[in-house]
C-alpha cells in the first residue's frame, strides 16, 4: 500500500523543488504551453518500456502507474483552466488523486491506451494555454482547500508536476 500523498506542493510557487530541480518561479508561463506538449511523447516512451507496470519499490508507483497521473492531471488541468478561461473565480471540487489511482485500477490500465491518451491530453492543455490572451494571465481560479491561483501561478504549478513525476520515475 502506498501512502497518500497529502503535501501542498504549491510551495513549488516560491522556490525551486529540490528533487526534480524545476524552478516555476524562474519559468515564463507562455513557455509551459510547448512544456506540456513535451510532456506526451515523453510518457508515451516512459510507459511503453518493457516492466512498465511493475513496481520496483513498494512505496511507489509503477511507470504506468504514474503515466495513468500524469494523464489524468494533463486532464483535470486543462478542464480548470478552460472554467478559469471562461468563468469568473471558479471554484474547483477536492481531487483525491489516490483514491482515483484506486478506483480507476491505474496498475491494471493497459500501457499502450495509456500511451495514446497521454500525448492527447497533453496536446489539448498545450493548446489551451497556448491560447491564452495576454489580458488573460491575471485570471483567476480556486481550489476548494483555499488555494489561490491566476493562469500565470497556475501554469508555473501544473508544469511541475508532470516533470516532478519524470524525475519520480527515472531516479
Not at 502507474?65 to 478552460?82: G, I, K, P, S, T
Not at 483514491?99 to 496536446?123: C, F, G, I, M, S
Request: charged share 25%; aromatic share 10%.
Amino acid at each position: 500500500m502506498i501512502v497518500p500523498d497529502d503535501k501542498n506542493w504549491t510551495w513549488v510557487l516560491g522556490r525551486e523543488c529540490p528533487e526534480c530541480g524545476l524552478d516555476p518561479q524562474a519559468l515564463d508561463p507562455a513557455a509551459v504551453s510547448e512544456m506540456a506538449r513535451e510532456q506526451g511523447p515523453l510518457w508515451a516512451s516512459l510507459v511503453s518500456r518493457p516492466g512498465a507496470a511493475t513496481r520496483t519499490r513498494a512505496d511507489r508507483w509503477s511507470v504506468l502507474e504514474y503515466a495513468c497521473h500524469v494523464r489524468d492531471v494533463l486532464r483535470l488541468f486543462d478542464m480548470r483552466l478552460m472554467r478559469m478561461l471562461n468563468e469568473d473565480d471558479p471554484l474547483f471540487a477536492n481531487w483525491d488523486q489516490d483514491v482515483t489511482a484506486v478506483e480507476d485500477r491505474y496498475d491494471l490500465q493497459d500501457p499502450e491506451v495509456v500511451a495514446v491518451e497521454v500525448v492527447e491530453a497533453a496536446h489539448s492543455i498545450a493548446d489551451t494555454f497556448a491560447s491564452v490572451g495576454h489580458d488573460q494571465w491575471q485570471r483567476v481560479g480556486r481550489r476548494s482547500d483555499g488555494a489561490y491561483f491566476t493562469i500565470e501561478s497556475y501554469a508555473r504549478y501544473f508544469i511541475h508536476d508532470p516533470v516532478h513525476h519524470v524525475w519520480d520515475v527515472t531516479s
